[in-house]
């Protein structure tokens, strides 16, 4: 987690929600009146966002402590305290709904992920995310899939090549595709082809593709042709997959299943914020 870049996200989203001021907290108290803010569960699941919490209601008032009770990963129930923040009223009040969006957010992604992986004990397959993640926050959106023990994907253009069926439209061909790719780019660089059909796989193959992404294959599919290939190229699956036919497709020997459902279309996990004024 780049705290750096959690910190100027954080602005960003209270100037969008406080703008000059939370008119109704400064009009009710006092800059000196202090309370406690306590997050607890509402609901059984993995906890996320430890460091949105601590991070949250410093950007707004570092006087603000803030006591974690669990971590990110831990396995929570009904009821359970995950951190109880202290300070200024105002300032506890004008924090506490952008950082509860934030970690139900985050919390819920990591429960989909674990359940994801539940669904697939014992087989080899690992769990990973995709780029299909909330415009802005997807640095948190990808530690959310991770603290629920799924494997990062590229995080974004940037970082590693796939060539999807778009770019192998325009360039022609996989192979005219790759070949492109390896005099531009470092040998440091991995690069991912996706595939649709047999031919298409024989070619990334032939091409010294890295990565071959099995896609909007079925797992009978996958089970055929995955014995073609080599060892040393990964392999992985991705499209139309659901937790409900998740399993049939970790039990192919897939090395890898990539799931855009963790991040958009994740349920926000349930917490409340509970508040006391200490006299």
Known sequence: MNVIKLRSMLNEFYNEDIGDCDLTSESIFTIHEIGELTFI????????????????????????SVSM??????RVKVGDILA????????????ERVILNLVQRMSGIATLTAEAILRINGTNAKICDTRKTMPGIRMLDKYAVAAGGGVNHRKGL??????????ISFAGSIANAIQKVREKVGHIVKVEVEIESKEQLIEAIEHNADIIMFDNCVPEQIQNWLPLV??????????????????AYAETGIQYISLGCLTHSVKAFDI???VKINS
């Open 230 to 247: 080599p060892s040393w190229i990964a392999s992985e699956a991705s499209g139309n997959i659901t937790l409900d036919n998740l399993r």
């Open 69 to 74: 009770r669990i971590q990110d990963g831990d």
């Open 158 to 167: 940037y970082d590693a090549v796939m060539i999807k069926d778009n770019h």
């Open 41 to 64: 569960a509402k609901q059984t699941g993995i906890f996320c966002g430890g460091v949105v919490i601590k991070e949250g209601f410093k950007v707004v008032d570092s006087d603000v």
């Open 84 to 95: 109880v923040a202290k300070g200024r009223v105002q300032s506890l009040l004008k924090s």
């Open 272 to 274: 409340s914020a509970r």
